[in-house]
């Protein structure tokens, strides 16, 4: 019997996949459950409209996130820390420090998606990368300034 996964099933197939299954696992298992539907003309149309929907709209956020990459940049931040002598901070700037200061510009973005590398721990310039799409990247100019 043939069916449309509605959710990833194990050893099966993922969500969205029509696929070849015995009879009694179809109609004593996956449909009960939920995890599956009958592959009826009706619903391999329904399927396909529901993928290309989903692809403009992935590609809809991939344009913005695109967008949003220039923009941020262009942009660069200044985070104010306190250091010692040879310019060595007192502790380190975090993601939450650089959000803190990329809010102050007017941009708000979650710091989950901003990627340190090592901790900076001294006054200078670096570039920081900001993972806004899986696959859009930016990178953003820090600058660390003595108090």
Known sequence: MKVILKEDVNNIGSAGEVIQVADGYAR?????????????????????????????????????AELFAKKLEEVSCT???????DDKLF?????????????????????????????IKALGVYNVLIKIHPEVDASLKIWVVKE
């Open 79 to 85: 985070i104010v820390m306190k250091a010692g002598e």
């Open 28 to 64: 004593n298992y996956l449909i009960p459950k939920g995890f599956a539907k009958f592959a009826t003309a009706e619903n391999i149309k329904l399927l396909d409209h529901e993928s290309k929907m989903k692809k403009d709209k992935i590609t809809k956020l991939k344009k913005e």
């Open 91 to 119: 502790g380190s700037v975090t993601t939450q420090d650089i959000q803190e200061g990329l809010k102050s510009e007017g941009i708000d973005i979650d710091r989950k998606k901003i990627v340190l590398e090592e901790p």
